[in-house]
């Protein structure tokens, strides 16, 4: 029959090599026979998307891959080892580092925040010009900077602090009765705040701080709160993480002696330093900055207060306060104009915070009538569920093993983590790429995601994430990836003479169970939540996911491991760092501080630990990909192939 | 037309028919099947009505509680004395508990298994389900021993847990038995392991499961709300659920106080030899009642009531 | 039908204003969709809104008190027809019958011995409900006196058992204020019948042995005469006949909402039993399987025990996590030279560690601490595993006198709790274990020998 096929001619770019083929050969054995040899980590099973080349000219059939953008499909990108000749074809070959990144870009498309609000921080600056005192005319020299400036802005009230008022008589002189006045509007348009006041016209810019308080990491974009640019973005450890990794850690630290002004104190460091950061070379530049806004989970925001998150943790875990006082920069002992506001953004529930009101202000879902999922992966998955009309939330503790965390060769993601791993279903070894290109060291939560998804595909691993040593080994022979090590049965990703570290790199049954509880935990958070209101899979529009950490997910592994409900991919969307964003926004805009207040009160939240159907949907999360396979019908199907 | 319309559940599945012996000479039993829940036969046919196991153990059973030892008599002494009586009781099937086989009751070994497991195969014609003590290298150790000693004959073998049943339902395989499959009382874990067992190869209708029974008074109601979920699944056609079910009523209910003692309890527990039948019985009806198939007993007075609640059931 | 707290929403009028004690509209709207709380807390609903939720949180099965002392049987007003999908509510009244025909002295024993029978069990006190008269005799006045003397023995609910009128109203006439059941209009009697539970306000139970249709007139024949409070007896006495009844009954009302049969039920497990012992069994099934009221032919605690436990089991709300009772417990057969491990009452993570325990071939002791059937971590993070809890746990079960060593195995994820431990259990040498169950054989064989 076969030789009845008609053949083609296919023409390999850049070379020009040509050949001819029989109708319906893989483009990656057509190139093979022109002598162009382009791997196949996956093993030929269009799971990888490391084989892409781009057909210029003529048909092809099998060439849709989730891996590739509809932009890429349109401009002809296939990938190699799934797509087949249908017709003469002329067809480029990118060489080797180009397909590489090509991957790295279409799993990591990172967002820069966008600006949903027209500027209005409520910070403006007034340069006036006042006509000095006289006999004629004796009004004080606070009354007529009060008069000139209500007049100028249109408030019916402005309220001066008192170190201002100190130094006025210094200021006005030393300017020559002419000032630069840096006012923010109060909760009303009429009443104001006098937050810095410079002698003469010369410039003085108007700076304001957005900030992630992660239990992690923390954060900080500085921006010009006229024109909205980032002028800077810096980013560091939480230093808290000395005293505890996680919040549960740092409540119980904060409950201890001075625990709690401790915490605070080293937030507040952490801040420091990444104010330091941003104003170098020039630290004194600091007291430009008039405004801060601060997203973090309800710990971080009690924390950062100074209020005691002690109750978060106890039964029926109610936090002090959903919304902060606004607080003075000055009280807490930051850098910054001591008179700005800090503005904290109010919370949920004690394990859903102003990160997450940040992140849903974001996402938009509040103004959306597609029904939309939301959510933020990280120590905790926390779940934001509807649309404009109803909002609900929960929680869930994933634990910090997508961190890196009681994963034995797990890390943070740094140059030299293992981020993308791929296993040929034939002969069961793995393909790594690093972080950086760097020799490896670990392996991070995207990479750990990959590597479930395919141990499972690949059968290395069973349903319930068991390793088979005994028909592995068999069949790797003598050196054997899947071997019984010290931590019980594992599968070596890299052997010790190739890793950065000089030891194996694996991955045991712990490890892999660690993983398996972590995806659970965020799936039963969702199915849980979809389930109260009723909604099922295919009802989700959209699903955005935020968080640094959900930025590197693939989705396929993630759906794969059954982390992510088994959608349709294009209904996918990464939205970067949420909280940071939302951040951002408030800070430049009053409008979007109000809505975000709204989006907190709507939101209505689901206490996971008060419903008993998390633990079986938890239980029934606990296997790859979950033990409802018709749930997830992209799998099955996956799993089927693989098992004949 | 009646004025009244019961409504009929449409089920779109059943549950699978598993056959325990009839081959190898042996008669055979055939147990599941039910396109319903227990005998609603408004709506759909149970063919194959609860059956009726009894419990012999390889040991003599000195622990046993007094009603027990007194019921059995001498035939506590050889495990196809036993199993002979058990039949001439009303047994429907024999299962046979390598309680010595435990590494803290005599840690027997293969030898040991296989002669027990032959005095039971020739004492009666009857199917027959052989447990190892629940420690799954050991559970490997003996039943594969008695696994190639029945070949052919279709014996239950159990059980498969997750941690060892790869080693007993390739056995089954090979030797053409039935897997018991036990789970902790969970749905989810059920399920779980039923699809482990498949993929290795094992044919649905070659596993029975074992959701794990609590006595009543001791967890009976988490027992009863697993099988009526797992029922429920099966029904609606989830074929990873559709196993028939076995429950060791006997063995959890006589281990409990209310059960076990006369002396030293509360008087308001009434008499001990009353009472403790009870337990059983009432036990072994609530899982009747939420879809078991195998009801594994102690007592012959509480198989007679056991079976002659089946039979009213059925009629 | 009941309503998704999204559906619920709709009709609300989504201020989120707060004025109902919860935070939002659809906060408020879940909890009406579980019926944790009544429609009525929302001052601001529309009198649409009102109508349309008002009619989806109607009960499907009508709850009838029983009773007017401070002891009631009340039943019906169940949702649901397995535990599992939300609970049973309302357990069934067990009442145990006597007959006019008995001596007085007979009854009067019985009746006092009956009423003052209580057990205890996990902490709760169970006991009957109440006694049903029968007139056997079908003599007014015998069964008068009859009611007499359980009446001056006993508080409990009555159940009046005549399908004479004037027997009944002879009865009613002095006991209308305890409220008592009244057995039983058929469709001879229904008028008279019906007309004594108006006059009355008693509840009255209805009987048919010829099917649903006219079981389902006669409720309505009540209905009609002003009664509402009404009990159910389809006819069916074994086995096979009452399950299957009484499962048609329970999915009429909840399927499809069916007023006429939409009431509680009562079960006569005695009638065709042939043993006291099969009388127990056959009322162990009407407990699980949607008996409202059970009349049992006599009393006997080595009966009544069991069979009340089987209430207290099938009644337990499933929504709980599965617990373990706290305490110690033995794998194999520990010595005072074994090791004692710590872990909580959750029942998965017990079953994990028992049997990991189980197949290392130590024999240990498991200590299991209340964490109200939460996991290590879980626990941990909400307070309810800390070292206070621990050490009141060591001490409560006295593990000191069942050891001669003084150590303890902390499971791995708590570690952090081992320097606070050491400082309540000054004497104790706290031994961190793994952090997985399965790690405990090779953890016992490294640390233990």
């Keep these: 029959m076969s030789s009845q096929k008609p053949l083609h001619q296919v023409v390999f770019a850049p070379e020009g090599r040509t050949v001819r083929v029989p109708h319906d050969t893989l483009l ?80 990591r498309k990172a967002a820069a925040p966008p600006l949903d609000w027209p500027v209005s921080p409520g910070i403006h600056r007034f340069s006036v010009e006042l006509s000095p005192p006289s006999l004629e005319d004796p009004t004080t020299d606070l009354e007529r900077l009060t008069v000139a400036l209500t007049r100028r802005g249109g408030f019916s009230s402005l309220e001066v602090p008192l170190p201002i008022v100190q130094q006025l008589p210094v200021t006005l002189r030393r300017g020559d009765w002419r000032v630069n006045a840096v006012v923010e509007q109060g909760p009303t348009p009429e009443r104001a705040r006098l937050l810095a006041l410079h002698p003469g016209h010369e410039p003085c810019p108007l700076w304001g701080l957005a900030v992630d308080i992660g239990t992690t990491n923390v954060v900080a974009f500085l921006v010009d709160l006229e024109s909205g640019k980032i002028l800077g973005q810096a980013s560091s450890l939480n230093r808290q993480v000395a005293r505890g990794e996680d919040v549960i850690s740092r409540i119980i630290y904060s409950l201890k002696g001075d625990g709690l002004a401790v915490l605070q104190r080293l937030v507040m460091e952490t801040i420091t330093s990444l104010i330091a950061e941003l104003t170098a070379p020039r630290p004194a530049d600091s007291a430009h900055i008039h405004s801060v806004v601060v997203a973090a989970n309800t710990t971080m925001s009690h924390l950062f207060l100074g209020i005691t998150p002690r109750h978060i943790r106890e039964e029926p875990y109610v936090p002090v306060t959903n919304r902060y006082p606004v607080v003075r920069a000055g009280e807490l002992g930051l850098p910054l104009n001591p008179n700005a506001a800090i503005y904290t953004i109010p919370s949920i529930a004690a394990y859903v915070g102003g990160d997450i009101t940040s992140g849903a202000l974001t996402s938009g879902i509040y103004k959306t009538p597609a029904l939309t999922l939301f959510m933020d992966v990280g120590t905790n998955g926390e779940i934001v569920l509807g649309n404009a009309d109803w909002l609900m939330t929960d929680a869930c503790s994933a634990g910090p093993a997508f961190e890196g965390a009681g994963i034995r060769c797990g890390m943070r993601a740094i140059p030299g983590a293992i981020e993308d791993i791929t ?103 969702i199915e849980v939540m979809l389930k109260s209101a009723g909604i099922t899979h295919d009802m989700i529009e959209q699903v955005l996911i935020g968080g640094a950490f959900g930025q590197h997910i693939n989705i396929e592994d993630a759906i794969q ?39 907190a009160g709507k939101m209505t939240y689901l206490e996971l630990i008060a419903d008993n159907s998390f633990m079986n949907e938890f239980t029934a999360a606990l296997f790859l990909p979950h033990t409802e396979i018709d749930k997830f019908p992209s799998v099955k199907v996956l799993l089927e192939q693989g098992s004949q | 037309m009646p004025k009244v319309e019961v409504p009929l559940e449409k089920w779109s599945g059943k549950v699978r028919e598993v056959t325990l012996g009839g081959s190898g000479g042996r008669k055979g039993l055939t147990v599941g099947g039910e396109a319903t829940l227990p005998f609603l036969s408004f709506e759909g046919a149970m063919p194959h009505p ?117 080693t007993i339902a390739a056995s089954c395989i090979a030797n053409n038995h039935v897997a018991l499959a036990k789970t902790p009382i969970d749905l989810n874990l059920a399920k779980q392991l039923n699809i482990l067992i498949s993929d290795v190869g094992l044919s649905a209708d070659s596993i029975i499961m074992d959701p794990t029974t609590g006595a009543l008074g001791y967890g009976l109601e988490y027992t009863y709300s697993v099988m009526e979920r797992l029922r429920l699944a099966a029904l609606v056609g989830d074929k990873m659920t559709a196993m028939p079910m076995f429950c060791t009523v006997g063995e959890e209910s006589w281990r409990q106080k209310e059960s076990k003692f006369a002396e030293g309890v509360p008087p308001t527990w009434g008499q001990h030899d009353r009472r403790s039948l009870v337990w059983e019985q009432i036990t072994a009806l609530a899982l009747i009642n939420a879809g078991a198939d195998i009801v594994v007993l102690r007592h012959p007075k509480t198989v007679d009531a056991v079976k002659a609640a089946i039979r009213k059931l059925a009629g | 039908m009941a309503l998704s707290g999204i559906e619920i929403y709709k009709h609300l009028p989504k201020t989120n204003c707060k004025d109902c004690g919860f935070p939002t509209c659809l906060a408020f709207a879940m909890k009406l969709s579980q019926k944790s709380v009544e429609l009525s807390a929302c001052p601001h609903v529309s009198e649409a809104g009102k109508t349309a939720l008002e009619a989806a949180s109607r009960p499907p099965i009508r709850l009838v008190t029983l009773g007017g002392g401070e002891k009631k049987i009340a039943v019906g007003n169940e949702v649901v027809l397995f535990r599992h999908e939300k609970t049973f509510y309302h357990p069934p009244g067990l009442v145990v019958r006597v007959k006019d025909t008995q001596s007085l002295a007979e009854v009067e024993k019985l009746v006092a011995a009956a009423a003052g029978y209580t057990v205890e069990r996990v902490g709760i006190h169970m006991g009957l409900d109440g006694f049903a008269i ?191 009772q706290p305490g110690v417990y033995q794998v194999g057969t520990p010595k005072n030279s074994s090791p004692l491990l710590i872990s909580t009452n959750f029942s998965l993570t017990y079953f994990a560690i028992a049997g990991e325990t189980e197949s290392s071939g130590y024999p240990a002791w498991l200590l299991i601490v209340d964490t109200e059937g939460q996991s290590v971590l879980t626990a941990w993070a909400a307070g309810k595993f800390d070292a206070d809890k621990i050490a009141k746990s060591v001490k409560q079960f006295d593990m000191a006198s069942k050891l001669a060593h003084r150590s303890l195995v902390l499971p791995g994820h708590v570690a952090v709790l081992r320097g606070e431990l050491e400082e309540a259990l000054p004497d104790w040498k706290i031994m961190v274990g793994p952090r997985e169950a399965v790690d405990i054989g090779g953890f016992l064989k490294r640390s233990w020998s």
Excluded at chain 1, 570 to 585: D, I, P, Q
Excluded at chain 2, 103 to 125: I, R, Y
Excluded at chain 3, 222 to 239: Q, T
Excluded at chain 3, 284 to 310: C, E, R, W
């Design chain 1, 561 to 599: 491991i059954g982390l992510l409900p088994d959608l349709p991919w294009e209904r996918f969307k990464y939205l970067g760092n949420t909280s940071l964003s939302g951040a951002y926004n408030v800070l430049l805009s009053r409008e979007a501080r109000a809505k975000a207040e709204e989006v």
């Design chain 1, 423 to 525: 296993i040929s279903s034939k002969t069961l070894e793995p393909t790594i790429r690093t972080i950086g290109d760097e020799p490896p060291q670990g392996i991070c939560g995207s990479g750990m995601i990959s590597a479930l998804s395919e141990m499972l595909i690949t059968g290395v691993i069973s349903r319930s994430g068991r390793l088979n040593v005994d028909s592995m080994g068999q069949r790797m022979g003598e050196r054997s990836r899947v071997r019984r090590g010290d931590h019980g049965p594992e599968y070596v990703f890299v052997w010790a003479q190739d890793s950065g570290t000089g030891k194996d790199i694996s991955f045991s049954e712990v490890d892999i169970d660690n993983l398996i509880r972590a995806k659970g935990a965020i799936y039963a958070g």
């Design chain 1, 28 to 107: 990656v054995d057509a190139a093979a026979q022109a002598g162009l040899f382009i791997d196949i980590p996956c093993g030929g099973q269009g799971r990888c998307g490391r084989c892409q080349v781009k057909v210029e000219e003529g048909l092809t059939t099998h060439g849709e891959s989730p891996y590739l953008s509809r932009q890429q499909m349109a401009e002809g990108w296939v990938l190699s080892c799934v797509c087949r000749v249908a017709s003469d074809l002329k067809v480029t070959v990118p060489p080797k580092r180009e397909r590489e990144r090509a991957v790295t870009t279409a799993s």
């Design chain 3, 134 to 324: 029968e007139n056997a005799s079908g003599n007014g006045a015998a069964f008068l006196k009859c009611v007499d003397a359980v009446a001056a023995k006993t508080t409990l609910p009555l159940v009046l058992m005549s399908s004479d009128p004037a027997a009944l109203e002879g009865a009613l006439a002095k006991y209308a204020d305890r409220k008592p059941l009244i057995y039983a209009a058929n469709k001879d009697n229904v008028a008279a019948v019906a007309a004594l539970a108006a006059k009355h306000k008693c509840p009255v139970a209805v009987v048919s042995r010829d099917g649903l249709d006219q079981l389902s007139d006669l409720t309505e024949a009540v209905n009609k005469a002003g009664v509402e409070d009404i009990v159910l007896d389809p006819g069916a006495r074994d086995f096979g006949g009452t399950l299957r009844s009484l499962t048609q009954l329970r999915r009429l009302a909840l399927k499809k909402n069916f007023r006429p049969l939409g009431y509680p039920v009562i079960t006569f497990p005695g009638d065709s039993a042939s043993s006291p012992e099969e009388e127990t069994l056959l009322a162990s099934q009407h407990v699980a399987k949607y008996g409202g009221i059970v009349v049992l032919n006599q009393f006997d605690p080595s009966l009544v025990y069991p069979l009340l436990t089987m209430r207290l089991n099938i009644y337990t709300d499933p929504q709980k996590p599965i617990q373990v």
């Design chain 2, 50 to 166: 609860p059956s009726v196991a009894i419990e012999v153990s390889d040991t003599p059973a000195s622990e046993w509680a007094a009603p027990l030892r007194q019921a059995w008599g001498d035939a506590l002494e050889d495990p196809g004395a036993w199993a002979k009586k058990a039949a001439e009781l009303g047994a429907d099937l024999i299962v046979l508990r390598l309680n010595s086989a435990h590494p803290e009751q005599g840690n027997t070994g293969p030898e040991q298994a296989k002669a027990a497991a032959e005095k039971v195969l020739a004492a009666v014609n009857l199917p027959v389900v052989v447990l190892g003590p629940e420690v799954p290298e050991k559970d490997n150790e003996v039943l594969m021993a008695v696994s190639d000693l029945a070949a052919g004959q279709r014996i239950g073998l159990g059980y498969c847990m997750e941690k060892n049943y790869r």
